[in-house]
């Protein structure tokens, strides 16, 4: 070998040996951002150890870069962050000159990244009340609708103590929302009043179909027995009108605070009242109310200079506000207008994992415009006031022309992933919020996550509502165990819902139980208006309101090798008859103990059925029209393959859906699946042992 040679391999191999260090800065709650942040803990004397704040960290980061820019191949620079409640000044922002950092948790310590203040110097009054003046909620505007006790979200003192208020009159709007919709509705006598104090704080609660309205008081003449709120209910499509009968809540009324664990702001006077429950003390009490909306934000710039490549790992993000707005808060769908307390804009390749959200008060994530390539895996978001993560655009403010603007907009977010993640307790103050939703977005996969204790759907794919074009395509659901859905408080809500032209979209190989309606529309799996090009393949469901199955109207889509069970009213559902074929239904399971088989449109020939097995624990399985199976085929030509027969389930009463080596299911072509594959791969860390406490309205 040549000496140069060999010298340059020595060198070579030498640099290898000698590659530099991560440069990584520590923060701690003991810390000082005066320090160097280059220590994990204070030194003995302490002169120096870590930085105080996340802020300084990341400032520490980029002067760093500035002075002394690292090679390409250097390690990522990492911010590691000690155990410890780290209250923010500020929300963590990030953008494009912060691309490559590493924010992570120190070893395998668990730090939580607070948004909110802790409550303290509270007075015990006579009365056993626990008392403390905030003069900023009453001089600096500061306002909460969110207190957390010893790691628990407590309500508000809300009418009635049990069950719902209902609507006695529906009225039309006042002069001053017309165009804005209808801001007032009459109500029995008694049940509001006029003198309530601090009553323009006052909440009501609207149901609607698939939605709630959150208005604030503006005046209650009990004389009439009408109620006038500072904003209005949209009723352009007739979806929040407030309509007689319909229920409704009154939250925050003072007079009303009388139970343990409630509380009160009494914004006029600059007071918090809190009523402990039994064994909590002052001293063994920790009160946190929220401040900062948003905790952590990816900001990149829309012209080509995105935030790329950050690690976020094992941080824990709570206690983060929602603030009432002026007009309250009333939107027709998915309460999609929200925030969330992690927000991404223009923002590539960023890694969530084994990260918590907790106690926040609108959505745990949101990948917005330009987002592509994000991974969100081995997340928990627990105790939400809305939903879990939104992917994509929302559309337009203007709820008018969805489909036609929707058409004309390019796609802005794709390709990116939710995976192993809990999702849960979500829906506190908006119920109608969504686990995981999906707008004008493509080539997106939801997969192995278990997501339980919402109001509404669990996964909403698409934003356009009829055929018109749509950027919600080629988007993957699998392997999810969807879960505990509905719970009675909204209506027209599915597992899976979908929207839309999607091609490509598949659904397949998840759990789905208990999804359970007010009054319609508890489905395992929905397509709604205009769902076209959707693949559902492998599903088990079970135990729902109003079907396993139902297409309001669509076109084409495939629901197949799919068992439906235990619906108790109709199995499957088909609400609109179309010039095209509707779907596909082939080759399922349809296990039923009462109801009837098939509700609403099914007798004509646009759509195709064949390859089913069908049974009835309870009675006949009778078909649309009363019809046995032989008089259905020879009239409609559907299920001319398909059988009446027991599929000899292994115990279906105790969730067991196993097939028998013999059952007849197997002769018309059905495939058996693994159903205990769907759901998280691991186990949830950050939030075990935090108990899931019911919103005001259960």
């Known amino acids: 070998m040549k000496p140069l040679l060999c010298s340059l391999l020595l060198a070579s191999s030498g640099w290898a040996a000698t590659a530099p260090d991560p440069l990584v800065f520590y923060v701690a709650p003991e810390g000082d951002d005066s320090w160097s942040g280059a220590s994990a803990a204070p030194n003995d004397g302490l002169t120096d150890g870590p930085f105080a704040t996340i802020d300084r960290a990341l400032r520490a980061v980029r002067e760093r870069r500035a002075g002394s820019p690292p090679p390409p191949t250097a390690p990522h620079p990492e911010i590691q962050v000690r155990a410890g409640t780290h209250f923010l000044p500020r929300p963590i922002t990030l953008g494009p000159d912060d691309s490559g950092i590493v924010l992570r948790a ?19 009054g006579e009365d056993g009340r ?43 709007p006042t002069p001053e929302a017309k165009g804005r919709g209808v801001d007032r509705f009459q109500f029995h006598p008694g049940d509001m009043r006029a003198d309530w104090a601090n009553l323009n704080d006052v909440e009501v609660l609207a149901f609607h179909n698939w939605s709630m309205s959150r208005l604030p008081v503006r005046a209650v003449d009990e004389t009439a027995s009408e109620v006038r709120f500072a904003g209005a209910s949209p009723s ?15 939250e925050n009324v003072k007079e009303a605070l009388n139970e343990p664990g409630e509380w009160y702001l009494d914004t006029a006077a600059g007071e918090l009242t809190y009523l402990p429950r039994p064994g909590e003390t002052p001293e063994n009490t920790t009160a946190i109310a929220p401040r900062l909306e948003r905790l952590l ?24 506000a929602w603030r009432m707005p002026p007009g309250g808060q009333a939107i027709p769908q998915a309460e999609i207008n929200l925030d969330a307390a992690v927000r991404a804009t223009d923002a590539r390749d960023i890694v969530l994992q084994r990260c918590a959200v907790r106690h926040v008060g609108t959505y745990a994530m949101a990948f917005g415009n330009g987002c592509h390539g994000n991974l969100v895996e081995s997340c928990e978001m627990v105790d939400l006031g809305a939903g879990g993560v939104k992917l994509g655009a929302v559309g337009l403010p203007d709820w008018s022309g969805l489909a036609a603007a929707a058409a004309a907009a390019e796609p802005t977010s794709s390709h990116n992933t939710v995976r192993d993640c809990t999702i849960a307790h979500a829906g506190r103050l908006h119920p109608a919020a969504i686990g995981v939703w999906i707008g004008h977005s493509p080539w997106n996969v939801i997969e192995h996550n278990e997501i339980y204790d919402l109001y509404y759907s669990a996964t909403s794919i698409g934003w356009v509502w009829g055929y018109a074009r749509s950027h919600a395509h080629h988007n993957r659901v699998v392997y999810n165990h969807l879960h505990t859905i509905g719970q009675g408080v909204l209506s027209d809500m599915g597992a899976v819902y979908t929207l839309g032209v999607s091609p490509g979209t598949e659904v397949s190989f998840n759990v789905i139980h208990d999804v359970h309606a007010f009054d319609y529309g508890g489905w395992g ?24 199955f139902h297409q309001h109207y669509g076109r084409e889509n495939l629901i197949r ?38 509700g609403k449109q099914w007798t004509d020939d646009r759509l195709l059925l064949d390859h089913n097995v069908y049974w009835n624990l309870g009675g006949e399985v009778r078909f649309p029209g009363n019809q046995e199976l032989s008089t259905w085929r020879t009239a409609t030509g559907h299920d001319a393959r398909s059988l009446v027969a027991d599929p000899m389930f292994m115990d279906p009463w105790n969730d067991d ?16 699946f693994d159903a205990t594959r769907a759901g998280r791969l691991s186990r949830p860390t950050l939030t075990v042992g935090l108990p899931p406490v019911p919103a005001s309205f259960e």
């Open 657 to 672: 859906f196993r097939l028998a080596a013999t059952s007849p299911a197997l002769t018309v072509g059905f495939v058996p």
């Open 297 to 320: 934000v990816f900001a990149g710039e829309p012209e080509g200079r995105p935030v790329t490549d950050i690690r976020v790992e094992g941080l824990t993000f709570a206690h983060a």
């Open 561 to 598: 090798n799919n068992i439906l069970a235990f619906s108790r009213t109709d199995q499957l559902q088909r609400t609109r008859r179309e010039e095209h074929v509707s779907f596909r239904f082939e080759r399922n399971i349809v296990l039923y103990d009462r109801g009837q088989l098939m």
């Open 106 to 124: 120190y070893g395998t310590e668990l730090p939580v990244l607070s948004g909110g203040v802790r409550i303290r110097g509270w007075t015990v």
């Open 130 to 172: 626990w008392r403390v003046r905030l003069p900023e909620t009453r001089d600096q505007g500061w306002r909460f609708t969110q207190l957390f006790v010893n790691d628990q979200r407590r309500p508000r003192p809300r009418l009635p103590r049990q069950g719902y208020y209902r609507i006695a009159g529906e009225l039309s």
């Open 236 to 250: 352009s499509s007739s979806w929040g009108i407030f309509r007689q009968d319909h229920r409704y809540l009154v």
């Open 525 to 548: 799996l929905y397509t709604d208006e205009g769902s076209t090009g959707v693949a559902m393949e492998n599903n088990l469901v079970y135990r729902t309101k109003t079907g396993g």
